[in-house]
């Protein structure tokens, strides 16, 4: 062969070699991912699976949690990265909508009621003031402005500038169409795909109310086809279409109305889709790792077919340096400037003054700090935090979008109960905000067992050290001659009537995140009614007690408990000290023995009480539970023995308690405690036992003559049992129990009841 005919095979053969290189080499790849709420998280199964194997992911798009996920991949996290922050407590707050208990900030927290449902007022019909959501956002609007804010700075704000070009979807119901995001924002981007209707409240964005990109395009292949047109696909879908409507299934319906049928099918031949197999609710991201691996072992099973026909491979050490280099890139969160929208100058005033310390600068862990401060703000209705790099200063720039709450507001509630126990609840609300805010409250409370009426203030001042001034006027009634601890019986305790009327002025400021100091003066009057033995008629007249008082007392308070009842997460703390001076008038009735008729008796007395709970285990199926209480009281005997049980401090650790007069639980000096035991047997239902021991000092006896004697030091012990299944629904817990106290009537009692079993504070407590 001569040497031209060798130079022309040789010359053929590099030019072969290096077209088919390069066409190797131009290969490309986009991996599209579908919505599926909770089902997502296996996308991270199937994206780590790809990358151990050296897959290309060129192109990205995807559609709520396979947006989420996508855009976390393209923004420079790992796989692991990925795996590590799904399982985090962090990520399940996100999706569930709870606070962190670092962030959690209790000082503006008001006081527990028996509300289930919230209604704003002023807006134009009444479907208006209904909650649009589920879940709180407030988690999450941060957490992806954090995720997010850094790499979209790196981009230039141009999802191609990524360190995956990025693409997702969300929907515009007004003009039914899909709106592609493909520079801007990310984690508003992001936010928006996720919206899905009546769980997270929709995003405003450049004047459209966007919701989920599931309601028209639940796997957005053909963006990926048009935008970026890669050599090959690959899909993940955890999605379907939903059935034909049930005419006996409003669910159904409105989700058929809502939710246009997606095509998940791919525009080109070259491609596939892993269908991973997940069985979850919509949800419940409380065990991500089967669904990881899910996604992961699907994707193992087409691995090959993938290798097959995906012949470029990725090198990993080439890999981590592109994400390092991209990371570098990332300018460091610092905020210099806040920009407040949707509140006038004197509103935006009080919010910056909540929102940041007097620093110029200020890092993304102290705008957390005072971003969670400002979101339990009760005046405050909704926050969105957006951030933008500003290269002229070298900082960000931060912009909250924040809406007040409505002027008035009212709340709506009770409880229904298989005993005589059942109450209805209203409450109206007054809010303001200025230089100052100001809440004005007023609640009722109508039942058998218990009757109120509260009018209450709140001033809070955003001082240095922020306070509150609150006045306010109760009067509270418990006819326990009405209620019952029997279940479908009609077993009456002895005729005890208690009416409260009393005003206090308390003035309050945090100790940190999780707690205030509150300190009080104020006077009533308790007026307690009862007959000393169980034989009368309506002919007959009762016993009258009036104290007259007037107090002052001083509290350190700790609260981060989850719930406002049957809690599993959390702790709290009180410590109490408190003074009262007051007149004791006894008035014997028709059935008394009582010799002096006009009784007049000066009281004047101490107590200390240390109340403290906790909850451990807080991500596994089994939560055990703490409950302590210490109290010590100089008070005197009253008249008599009812009249000084009527007025003795009582143990009430569990819910049915605090509705019966139970005598064996009064005392002057005592120490209780318990354990609570809590098994998650699904989302938001539960099992709960709950054990406790009550140890007075010296308990108190009735003498022959209706008088009170004491008992030998710890001469008594009595007991406290609780067995219960709840279920937490989205507007009040449902609950079965049987409890049991030490005692010689009635000491088992079978309860049903849905509601909150909650009260006013009462005038000494």
Not at 581 to 593: C, D, I, L
């Amino acid at each position: 062969m001569s040497i031209s005919k060798q130079s022309t095979y040789s010359f053929l053969f590099v030019m072969l070699f290096l077209f088919s290189f390069k066409i190797i080499q131009a290969q490309k790849v986009g991996l599209v991912l579908s919505g599926g709420a909770a089902s997502g998280i296996a996308h991270i199964g199937v994206i780590k699976a790809l990358e151990e194997n050296h897959i290309p992911i060129d192109y990205i798009t995807g559609t709520s949690m396979g947006a989420f996920v996508g855009s976390l991949y393209a923004m420079g996290y790992s796989p692991a990265q990925m795996e590590e922050l799904v399982k985090s407590e962090r990520f399940r707050n996100m999706s569930e909508g709870n606070i962190d208990q670092k962030y959690a900030y209790y000082f503006k927290r008001d006081d527990a009621n028996s509300s289930w449902i919230t209604l704003r007022l002023f807006d134009s019909t009444i479907f208006s003031a209904i909650p649009t959501n589920v879940i709180s956002p407030t988690s999450m609007d941060f957490g992806m402005m954090e995720l997010a804010g850094a790499p979209a700075a790196a981009a230039g704000y141009k999802f191609d500038s990524l360190f995956i070009p990025f693409r997702c979807v969300a929907s515009d119901i007004e003009k039914k169409e899909s709106i592609v995001f493909k520079d801007g924002d990310v984690a508003l981007a992001v936010r928006a795909s996720m919206s899905y209707p009546f769980y997270i409240r929709p995003i405003l964005v450049d004047g459209k109310l966007l919701f989920d990109g599931g309601l028209y395009n639940n796997f957005p292949s053909n963006i990926m086809y048009q935008d970026f047109y890669p050599d090959y696909m690959i899909g993940s879908n955890v999605s379907a279409n939903n059935p034909p409507p049930d005419e006996d299934n409003i669910l159904s319906q409105i989700k058929s109305m809502l939710q246009s049928k997606s095509n998940f099918d791919l525009p080109c031949e070259n491609g596939i889709i892993i269908q991973p197999k997940t069985n979850i609710g919509l949800f419940n991201f409380s065990n991500v790792q089967p669904l990881i691996d899910s996604g992961y072992a699907s994707t193992m099973r087409q691995i090959d077919f993938i290798k097959r026909n995906v012949e470029r491979r990725t090198n990993q050490t080439d890999l981590t340096a592109k994400r390092n280099a991209f990371k570098v890139k990332q300018p460091t969160v610092l905020f210099d400037n806040i920009i407040i929208e949707g509140l006038n100058d004197t509103e935006a005033d009080y919010a910056r003054k909540i929102l940041r310390s007097g620093n110029k600068t200020v890092d993304l862990e102290a705008i957390k700090a005072g971003y969670f401060r400002l979101s339990a703000d009760n005046k405050i209705k909704y926050i969105y935090p957006t951030t933008k790099y500003n290269l002229k200063t070298g900082f960000y720039d931060l912009y909250l979008r924040m809406k007040k709450e409505k002027h008035l507001i009212l709340d709506f509630g009770g409880v229904f109960s298989s005993r005589p126990i059942s109450e209805g609840f209203i409450g109206i609300k007054y809010n303001e905000l200025g230089k100052f805010a100001t809440e004005i409250m007023a609640n009722g409370y109508f039942g058998k067992l218990y009757n109120s009426a509260q009018i209450k203030a709140r001033f809070d001042f955003p001082f240095k050290t922020p306070i509150y001034i609150e006045p306010n006027i109760t009067w509270n009634k418990f006819d326990y001659y009405k209620s019952s601890s029997a279940f479908l019986q009609d077993v009456r305790p002895e005729y005890l009537l208690q009416n409260e009327e009393f005003g206090n002025l308390n003035i309050g400021f945090p100790t940190g995140k999780k707690g205030r100091i509150v300190g009080g003066a104020g006077g009533g009057l308790i007026t307690d009614k009862y007959y000393q033995t169980n034989v009368f008629t309506s002919r007959d007249t009762a016993d009258r007690n009036d104290f007259s008082f007037y107090t002052a007392q001083a509290y350190y308070e700790i609260n981060t408990l989850n719930r406002k009842q049957y809690a599993n997460q959390g702790e709290f703390l009180n410590f109490k000290i408190r003074y009262v001076s007051g007149v004791e008038a006894n008035e014997p009735g028709s059935t008394s023995s009582d010799p002096i008729e006009d009784y007049h008796n000066h009281h004047e007395y101490y107590v200390v009480k240390l109340t403290g709970e906790r909850y451990f285990n807080r991500r596994g199926t089994l939560k055990i539970g703490l409950f302590g209480e210490g109290l010590y009281s100089t008070q005197t005997l009253f008249r008599n023995y009812t009249a000084t049980i009527l007025s003795a401090p009582a143990f009430q650790p569990t819910l049915d308690s605090k509705t019966l007069f139970l005598e064996n639980y009064r005392a002057n000096e005592y120490f209780a405690g318990g354990l609570k035991f809590v098994v998650n047997i699904r989302k938001n239902i539960e099992v709960r036992f709950e054990g406790y021991i009550f140890q007075p000092y010296q308990a108190y006896i009735r003498t022959a003559d209706n008088k009170t004697d004491y008992t030998l030091p710890f001469a008594l012990q009595h007991y406290i049992g609780s067995g219960s299944i709840v279920w937490n629904t989205p507007i009040g817990p449902m609950s079965l129990g049987v409890n049991y106290y030490d005692q010689v009537v009635n000491p088992f009692s079978i309860d049903f009841h849905f509601g909150y079993i909650l009260f006013n504070k009462r005038a000494l407590e």
